[in-house]
């Protein structure tokens, strides 16, 4: 794991969705960086996210490209849209991947998949 | 500065395109080596004229690649380039090889790519060279590949257009249009949109018969100054314009950024290509659009400025697009009809620009071409280079 991204997914492991905001001008981004990519300054932050958005797109897929997905599919992989102004990879669960529409308003819920990682992943809301 | 009409193409080469399974003892080697003599032999030079080298390397090779190539080929070179950021690598190579010669670094160019790759192991390449932002924020949830991005691209354009499969469909219709006639194709047989439409579905809205299929292959193209080029045997190409445009993360498509799935580079790159060429796209008698998606032909379509944003899938539905056609597209196949060898791929829309504009496209030939436009997609609509090409300068 990058330093960059070790926050994140701590947070994570504690349900929480986190995201980084530029202390210099304000600039949120995602994934996390040492540096702003608007200022460059490396004063940087992380903020909570309240983990709710909509999808901003999605792709029902129907055949895995790796075995560890095999047994998943038809899943639902997505982007979705943060109310924060943040957008991010993730699957859409919880729901029949037919009833997934796009601007469907969503919000996190955290998958343990280890005892050591938990994955955010969206519900419907 | 400009490049317009400094520099052109004066020969090109393309291997027998096969199935994997069908490769034999083809190798990444011997695929861009026979490109590459094909070409040398295509513009009736000698292997000494080259004095510059652009290749594309395999996506299982290390990335030193053109240096092995040179070493291969023995060749003598004052210039070197290994361009390895996906399609628009072969338009973005006509670039700076066109840049080097201009400069005086070198002045004739070898571009080269293709492959023999077993696609089953697409994933394991694709998770080799992801970033660990993507492992961390992408890979983990189940991308299948280019296949999901571009199906997150369809699903939104479908959305903001009311754009329906049948329309999107029409683009393998007229590829294999094309394909049945072309030589140098693996799917050449004719089929309906509602063929396309019934097509299992793989990464939905996109279905099998709408992505392309990997296959082993190579394409290679000559490069020179517009003066040596007048000591040719046949009349060449002029390189005219060139442009390309970067403003997205290579796979994800918007991640982290604002920036539309439904408007693309093309639209930046092709307005550069177009400004340096003294020409717009009323100027143009064909289009060979970077094909690895269904949609990917759509957007570029409206993005060169042919139709307004958001028509493009009723514009290819009402439009006659084949070579006989009000504006040619893909008159190859394209690589929905052909396949797709990597690397290859990054110069098929440029090769069959030359073919037409030298007169040598056989039962497919555009009437009176003078003017083309060929472009380069590389990740998921995220880098791109359209450059424009014609037989004589205007």
């Keep these: 794991m990058l330093p960059e991204t070790e926050p994140f997914w701590q947070a994570a492991k504690r349900h929480e969705l986190v995201f980084q905001q530029c202390r210099a001008c304000g600039q949120r981004m995602h994934f996390p960086r040492l540096m702003c990519h608007q200022c460059l300054s490396k004063d940087v932050e992380w903020i909570p996210s309240a983990g709710r958005g909509t999808v901003y797109s999605y792709t029902i897929v129907h055949q895995a490209a790796h075995e560890s997905f095999a047994s998943e599919v038809p899943y639902v992989y997505a982007i979705i849209d943060l109310d924060e102004g943040i957008r991010m990879i993730s699957n859409v669960v919880g729901v029949e991947p037919a009833a997934v529409t796009i601007d469907m308003p969503v919000k996190v819920m955290f998958d343990d998949v280890t005892p050591a990682i938990s994955i955010p992943r969206f519900t419907p809301a | ?394």
């Design chain 2, 1 to 394: 500065m400009s490049l317009r009409g400094h520099s052109a193409i004066i020969g090109y080469g393309e291997t027998e395109f096969v199935k994997y399974r069908d490769s034999g003892t083809r190798s990444n080697y011997t695929e861009q080596c026979d490109a590459a003599r094909l070409a040398i032999q295509d513009a009736g030079i000698s292997k000494d004229a080259i004095d510059g080298l652009i290749a594309i390397p395999p996506l299982d090779q290390k990335v030193s690649w053109s240096m092995d190539l040179a070493e291969y080929l023995q060749l003598r070179l004052t210039f070197l380039d290994n361009l390895y950021f996906g399609g628009a690598s072969g338009a973005a190579g006509m670039l700076y090889a066109a840049a080097a010669i201009d400069a005086g670094l070198c002045s004739t160019v070898l571009l080269v790519g293709g492959s023999t790759m077993d696609p089953k192991r697409m994933f394991e390449f694709g998770s080799e060279v992801a970033t660990p932002f993507e492992r961390d924020f992408d890979t983990i949830y189940g991308p299948m590949t280019d296949n999901s991005a571009y199906a997150l691209i369809k699903q939104r354009y479908k959305h903001e257009f009311n754009a329906t499969d049948e329309q999107i469909a029409q683009v393998v219709v007229n590829a294999r249009h094309h394909a049945a006639k072309f030589p140098n194709a693996l799917l050449k047989k004719p089929i309906t949109a509602e063929e396309v439409v019934d097509s299992r579905m793989i990464c939905d809205p996109l279905r099998l018969f709408e992505i392309v299929m990997p296959c082993t292959g190579a394409s290679a193209l000559i490069l020179t100054s517009a003066d040596r080029a007048k000591d040719v045997k046949r009349p060449p190409v002029y390189l005219l314009g060139g442009g390309q445009s970067i403003d997205r993360g290579m796979w994800n498509p918007a991640y982290g950024r604002d920036q539309s799935l439904t408007t693309s580079p093309v639209k930046q790159a092709t307005s550069k290509a177009f400004d340096m060429a003294g020409l717009t796209i009323n100027d143009m008698d064909f289009a060979q659009l970077y094909d690895c998606y269904t949609i990917t032909v759509v957007i570029a379509l409206e993005d060169i400025g042919r139709c307004e944003k958001g028509q493009g899938a009723e514009y290819i539905e009402k439009t006659d697009l084949t070579y006989t056609g009000s504006f040619p597209v893909n008159t190859d196949g394209g690589q929905l009809g052909r396949g797709q060898p990597y690397g290859a791929c990054h110069f098929m829309p440029i090769v069959e620009a030359v073919r037409q504009l030298m007169g040598r496209a056989g039962d497919l030939q555009v009437k009176d071409a003078r003017f083309g436009l060929a472009s380069g997609n590389g990740g998921s609509m995220a880098n791109e280079c359209t450059i424009i090409l014609g037989n004589e300068t205007p």
